[in-house]
């Protein structure tokens, strides 16, 4: 029974991000009235499916393992690093994505011949980090 126990570990994260990334597409598609798969694995919107995922492997190691053991401590400060990277790098760099693709569609800006357009929605705001987190933590305590 054990061995199917420690699974929590694994199919807790990747259900929350199925239902998170699920949530998404079914989102967009009531609000623009248009189908949209790619969502399913892009990155970006609310909530933050990476901070929900780092975060509810941390809420089950911290829960079943202890707060006090290594593994804890590796899995919060892992947590921290994606959160930081969604709200921070990624999200300026979906900025600078939309810039340059503004750029490149000014007509007589430039001569620059682009095969595809950069892709925009790269990160997470703070608030949809916080949101991803929150239902990280309570998928952790509730498994």
């Known amino acids: 029974m054990e061995e199917i126990t420690g699974f929590k570990y694994l199919y807790t994260p990747l259900l929350l991000w199925f239902c998170i990334q ?13 189908f949209n798969f790619k969502r399913i694995m892009g990155a970006g919107g609310m909530p933050s499916s990476h901070s929900a995922v780092v ?3 941390a809420t089950l190691i911290g829960k ?8 804890f401590a590796l899995s ?5 690093v994606v959160m ?5 790098i990624r999200r300026a760099a979906g ?3 939309k810039l340059l693709n503004k750029i490149v569609n000014t007509p007589g800006l430039t001569n620059l011949q682009v095969q595809e357009k950069l892709v925009e929605v790269l990160g997470h705001t703070p608030t949809q980090v916080f949101v991803g987190a929150l239902i990280g933590v309570a998928a952790g305590l509730i498994m």
């Open 22 to 34: 699920t949530f998404k597409v079914i989102w967009d598609l009531v609000t623009t009235k248009q």
């Open 55 to 57: 975060t509810s492997i």
């Open 64 to 71: 079943y393992e202890g707060i006090t053991t290594p593994l």
């Open 76 to 80: 919060v400060v892992f947590a921290f």
């Open 84 to 88: 930081y990277d969604a709200a921070g």
């Open 95 to 97: 900025k600078q994505a």
